[in-house]
């Protein structure tokens, strides 16, 4: 099993350019999530999906859209770049159940804004 | 608002003692407390999963306890060695399944 990938690894945008992220996880979790790593902030949930076909706001998703048209991917989009949103992006997933829920992390893509 | 406090923010030790690292929480309806190590410019690996019913789990030389009542968990990890050092994150997981970090502890451990 490959557990969770995400591609690409490495990004160079300019800004106000466009991209996607694809997040994608072989374990048949039903709970997939995008978080972005800045230096001194920690993780931050950006958006998150409890089910294909299903999407929900995190703590900052302002500037990202997301799709979860199959239950194995899980897309994060910038339609307008911004140096902002330089950070690291790391996808998760997780089933959860009776209060369990451990969260397995991808590893990471770093994208840069200039 | 929700937080995590990870205490200290910093830490090296010599190879071979024991150590704790601290996390404490605001909110006491969390479902499950999970401690990640993330080592330099990597992603996150899973170490231990308490769930809110239970007080501590143990992996090899890591044991993890949770307090709901006092918003605390800890961290410990016997014998330590340079293999240890990391980044050591602390998160509790809310009702939709999202989980909220701490910044973390950077951990050196020194042969």
Known sequence: NAGVTQTPKFRVLKTGQSMTLLCAQDMNHEYMYWYRQDPGMGLRLIHYSVGEGTTAKGEVPDGYNVSRLKKQNFLLGLESAAPSQTSVYFCASSFLQGGYNEQFFGPGTRLTVL | ?111
């Open chain 2, 1 to 111: 608002k929700q937080e995590v406090t990870q205490i200290p923010a910093a830490l090296s030790v010599p190879e071979g003692e024991n150590l704790v690292l601290n996390c404490s929480f605001t909110d006491s309806a969390i479902y499950n407390l999970q401690w990640f190590r993330q080592d330099p410019g990597k992603g996150l690996t899973s170490l231990l999963l308490i769930q809110s019913s239970q007080r501590e789990q143990t992996s090899g030389r890591l044991n993890a306890s949770l307090d709901k009542s006092s918003g605390r968990s800890t961290l410990y990890i016997a014998a330590s060695q340079p293999g240890d050092s990391a980044t050591y994150l602390c998160a509790y997981g809310g009702s939709q399944g999202n989980l909220i970090f701490g910044k973390g502890t950077k951990l050196s451990v020194k042969p």
